[in-house]
């Protein structure tokens, strides 16, 4: 079966960086709802639109097309008091970017930095800034159900685990439910 709009395509991968340094090993294989549902960057949908199980390519990736630029501006400082105890470098926390007018989301902020009563944290995705390089490999393609298209993301293993959310009783691996959020 070709990858097309509305099939759920396993890969296999790996990400490193521009000059070839591992980020992620891909120990588990990315599973996504193909056909624009932002599960996975578009580039990816395009390299692998048309293709079957078996295909393989590695590409590279620019920053605007994956997570953007790196933004001084998202970097924040703020009073430790204003943050749950305990608190270590890489904890997240969702909260509002400093020159919001009501009009943007509320966005993840990373702790990058702890020192004495202040604490530094960055609104950038870990990744921002980055050329990233995919090893990608096509281990199946099937057709996606009717749930699945309505609820943009693929249920099941490797898929969205829903848990206790609006949507039922769906089994999945947890840990995998990042693979079926936006990522840009």
């Known amino acids: 079966m070709k990858i097309a709009k509305n099939t759920v395509v396993t890969v296999n991968y790996k990400l490193s960086d521009a000059q070839?340094?591992?980020?992620?090993?891909?120990?588990?294989?990315?599973v996504y709802l193909h056909g624009g549902y932002e599960n996975t960057l578009p580039k990816i949908e395009e390299e692998l639109d048309g293709k079957e199980a078996g295909y393989s390519s590695v590409i590279q990736i620019e920053p605007d097309d994956a997570f953007g630029d790196y933004d001084p501006a998202l970097?924040?400082?703020?009073?430790?008091?204003?943050?749950?105890e305990p608190?270590?470098?890489?904890?997240?926390?969702?909260?509002?970017?400093?020159?919001?007018?009501?009009?943007?989301?509320?966005?993840?902020?990373?702790?990058?930095?702890?020192?004495?009563?202040?604490?530094?944290?960055?609104?950038?995705?870990?990744?921002?800034?980055?050329a990233l390089r995919f090893e990608l490999s096509v281990a199946d393609v099937r057709p996606a159900t009717d749930?699945?298209?309505?609820?943009?993301?693929?249920?099941?293993a490797h898929g969205h685990a829903h848990g206790d959310d609006e949507h039922g009783d769906d089994e999945g691996d947890a840990g995998d439910h990042f693979r079926s959020h936006p990522v840009h």
């Open 20 to 30: 070839n340094n591992l980020i992620e090993d891909g120990s588990q294989p990315m």
């Open 75 to 84: 970097v924040k400082v703020e009073a430790r008091s204003h943050l749950p």
């Open 87 to 130: 608190l270590e470098v890489g904890m997240q926390f969702e909260g509002m970017p400093d020159n919001n007018e009501g009009e943007e989301e509320a966005m993840i902020f990373t702790v990058t930095d702890i020192a004495d009563d202040k604490v530094v944290l960055d609104g950038n995705h870990p990744l921002a800034g980055m």
């Open 147 to 156: 749930e699945e298209i309505a609820h943009q993301h693929v249920h099941g």
